[in-house]
Nanobody, 120 residues
Framework: QVQLVESGGGLVQPGGSLRLSCVASGYIFSIYAMGWYRQAPGKQRELVAAIGSTGSTNYTDSVKGRFTISRDNAKNTVYLQMNSLKPDDTAVYYC??????????????WGQGTQVTVSS
């Protein structure tokens, strides 16, 4: 199996920054796409940003120019640098990876989530 451990969430004032990290471990042969979703209270989970195995990225419109996703393949880690945070960014952020393991050619795995709260 694959385990994802997220860190870096917390409380920040509007305009502030946070950096989320997510480390994947387990019986991993290779990791394809990596990404971050978020879910605010009463709302559906939405894709925030994703990065492919070649480094291609995509972002939801509301975070373009403020958030940056990156990955370190040697460490099986994905990051989300969040700048100019707004109260609307408040949500639980979930890491996700598509990986090949010893039991599956490709499967999506999820982290447990980390809370990000933007408030003065």
């Amino acid at each position: 199996q694959v385990q994802l451990v997220e860190s870096g969430g917390g409380l920040v004032q509007p305009g502030g920054s946070l950096r989320l990290s997510c480390v994947a471990s387990g019986y991993i042969f290779s990791i394809y796409a990596m990404g971050w979703y978020r879910q605010a209270p009463g709302k559906q989970r939405e894709l925030v940003a994703a990065i492919g195995s070649t480094g291609s990225t995509n972002y939801t419109d509301s975070v373009k120019g403020r958030f940056t996703i990156s990955r370190d393949n040697a460490k099986n880690t994905v990051y989300l640098q969040m700048n100019s945070l707004k109260p609307d960014d408040t949500a639980v952020y979930y890491c996700t990876v598509d990986a090949r393991t010893i039991t599956t050619m490709k499967e999506q795995f999820w982290g447990q989530g980390t809370q990000v709260t933007v408030s003065s």
